[in-house]
């Protein structure tokens, strides 16, 4: 591989993201060291974790926290209570658990500024409807707006403007990784890239597949325009599962570990064919 600034560049997925966490140990156990970390959605919440401690110890911790009453609480509430809470709003479930989790573990006072490597996180701003990189300032809102799932949480709000989930414009950022200056950039996602669409069945398949379509479109864009001299690997998942494609599966928790382990598998045995 070659040698220059190494970005890990962590992608959303959700539930799913749970993968990352397999990546990432694969990643330290390899002897990769970031020099930047960039995320979005699930993948800004690992990613902050990451900055904050740059070392395979964060893994263990990660593993803990996907694995805690306090992740499965994010999305917790009962059926009846989401549809109560959607038909008063726009959104399925409260924001708290998920600031608390932040704070809790991120520090409810810490700055970007205060994180070991630089790290930053897309959001989708509502009043410009324009990509948002958040690099400085207080780290848990940030975060919390660049995982502000559409329909699932209420915008976030900062400054007095309001964010969504990063997703909707910029899922796996390459892109901006190139941009910082990522000479190697590994790609932590969640493994629906190179998974082929099928038309949509039912009504909640509609506005998932569009999705998908627009956010593979971005991807592949931007690996297109990855210029000379700068090295991407996406690493693998390992492989899904059918239910991951459910629109339950964002609330899906006990397949984590399995997620963890056949990403850290599989990643690990990608990395040792690069350094043979």
């Given at each position: 591989?070659a040698g220059?600034p ?11 993201g749970?993968?990352e966490?397999?990546?990432l ?6 002897r990769?060291r970031?020099d ?7 993948g800004?919440v690992?990613g902050a ?10 893994t263990?911790?990660?593993v ?17 209570r989401?549809?109560r809470?959607?038909a008063?709003?726009?959104h399925?479930?409260?924001?708290r658990p998920l ?11 810490t700055?970007f ?10 959001a ?7 990509e948002?990189?958040f ?5 848990v809102?940030a975060v ?12 976030t709000e900062?400054d007095?403007r309001?964010?969504?989930?990063g ?17 190697q950039?590994?790609v ?6 190179d998974?082929?669409l099928?038309?949509?069945?039912r009504?909640?398949?509609i ?23 700068v ?5 693998p998942?390992g492989?899904?599962e ?23 598998t599989?990643?690990?045995r990608?990395?040792d064919?690069?350094?043979?």
């Amino acid at each position: 591989m070659a040698g220059g600034p190494v970005a890990f560049v962590l992608g959303g997925g959700g539930v799913l993201g749970a993968v990352e966490v397999g990546m990432l140990r694969a990643l330290f156990r390899a002897r990769i060291r970031p020099d930047m970390v960039l995320g979005t959605s699930i993948g800004a919440v690992n990613g902050a974790l990451v900055a904050a401690d740059p070392t395979e110890a964060v893994t263990d911790r990660l593993v803990r926290l996907w694995a805690s009453p306090e992740a499965s609480e994010v999305y917790g509430d009962s059926v009846a209570r989401q549809l109560r809470r959607f038909a008063a709003r726009t959104h399925l479930h409260s924001p708290r658990p998920l600031r608390r989790l932040l704070e809790n573990e991120l520090g409810e006072q810490t700055t970007f500024a205060d994180l070991k490597v630089p790290f930053r996180c897309c959001a989708a701003n509502i009043e410009r409807a324009a990509e948002h990189w958040f690099h400085s300032g207080p780290l848990v809102p940030a975060v919390l707006a660049s995982a502000s799932v559409p329909g699932l949480l209420p915008p976030t709000e900062i400054d007095g403007r309001h964010y969504i989930d990063g997703g909707v414009v910029n899922s796996i950022p390459v892109g901006e990784a190139v941009a910082a200056g990522a000479t190697q950039v590994f790609v932590l996602q969640v493994g629906r890239i190179d998974r082929e669409l099928t038309p949509p069945r039912r009504p909640w398949e509609i506005a998932q597949v569009a999705f998908e379509i627009a956010r593979r479109h971005r991807f592949a864009r931007e690996m297109a325009a990855v210029p000379d001299g700068v090295e991407v690997h996406v690493l693998p998942t390992g492989g899904l599962e059918p239910r991951d494609d459910s629109p339950w599966a964002y609330r899906d928790m006990a397949a984590v570990g399995r997620r963890i382990s056949r990403a850290y598998t599989a990643s690990r045995r990608y990395l040792d064919s690069l350094a043979r």
